[in-house]
């Protein structure tokens, strides 16, 4: 089982270079998440997705834009990168309802210089 | 707002010796309980979780922890660690807001197991 795939694994940036994330996951959930991991601050939200079709902020989506392109995947677009934005993406998707895993993926980690 | 408290950012322990990982919580709507384990360059997977029923939950690799609703705590405790335990955990809470589930992670205990 895949579960969640995310690529690219690794990226570098230049400032004010766009690029996109990819997530897909295989396991028929109807929500899906990105979060952004910096050190010392635990995991923090950026945008996810309840359902096909809809998308929401959560705590940190300043320069950053989603697409829930069908059930199976989720992006994650930079405009404009900045030096900020450096960080570990991970994207993750579960079952609707609070009791629910997130299952995660192995993460992207991108520099921006 | 719900928020969860890891106080601890490190904590080194000798192999076998008993180790207890510290999470408090706090919030204004019902939650359920996880912990989180991410091991080096992975993403996080799921330790165990309290929904209901039995305070005390167990994983299969030995770790249990306590819901304390009094104290709003869910602590992380293992009698003997190994070195295989060496990893960052994540305390969260997870409940339901705007109809959608949410997630309020902890800033993470680095486990750093000395042989």
């Known amino acids: 089982n895949a579960g969640v795939t995310q690529t690219p694994k690794f990226q570098v940036l230049k400032t004010g270079q766009s690029m996109t994330l990819q997530c897909a996951q295989d396991?028929?959930?109807?929500?899906m998440y990105w979060y952004r991991q910096d050190p010392g601050m635990g995991l923090r939200l950026i945008y996810y997705?309840?359902?096909?079709?809809?998308?929401d902020k959560g705590e940190v989506p300043n320069g950053y834009n989603v697409s829930r392109l069908n059930k199976r995947e989720f992006s994650l677009r930079l405009e404009s990168a900045a030096p900020s934005q450096t960080s570990v993406y991970f994207c993750?998707?579960?079952?609707?309802?609070?009791?629910?895993?997130?299952?995660f993926g192995a993460g992207t980690r991108l520099s921006v210089l | 707002a719900q928020s969860v408290t890891q106080l601890d950012s490190q904590v080194p322990v000798f192999e076998e010796a008993p180790v207890e990982l510290r999470c408090n919580y706090s919030?204004?709507?019902?939650?359920?309980l996880f912990w989180y384990v991410q091991y080096p360059n992975q993403g996080l997977q799921l330790l165990l979780k309290?929904?209901?029923?039995?305070?005390l939950v167990e994983s299969i690799n030995g770790f249990e922890a306590e819901f304390n609703k009094s104290q709003t705590s869910f602590h992380l405790r293992k009698p003997s660690v190994h070195i295989s335990d060496t990893a960052e955990y994540f305390c969260?809470?997870?409940?339901?807001?705007?109809?959608?589930?949410?997630?309020?992670f902890g800033t993470g205990t680095k486990l750093q197991v000395i042989p």
């Open positions: 993750a998707s579960s079952l609707t309802g609070a009791k629910n895993i997130q299952y």
């Open positions: 396991m028929n959930h109807n929500s």
């Open positions: 997705s309840a359902s096909e079709g809809t998308t």
């Open positions: 919030s204004s709507v019902s939650v359920y």
């Open positions: 309290y929904l209901s029923g039995s305070t």
């Open positions: 969260a809470v997870s409940y339901t807001s705007g109809g959608y589930q949410k997630v309020t």
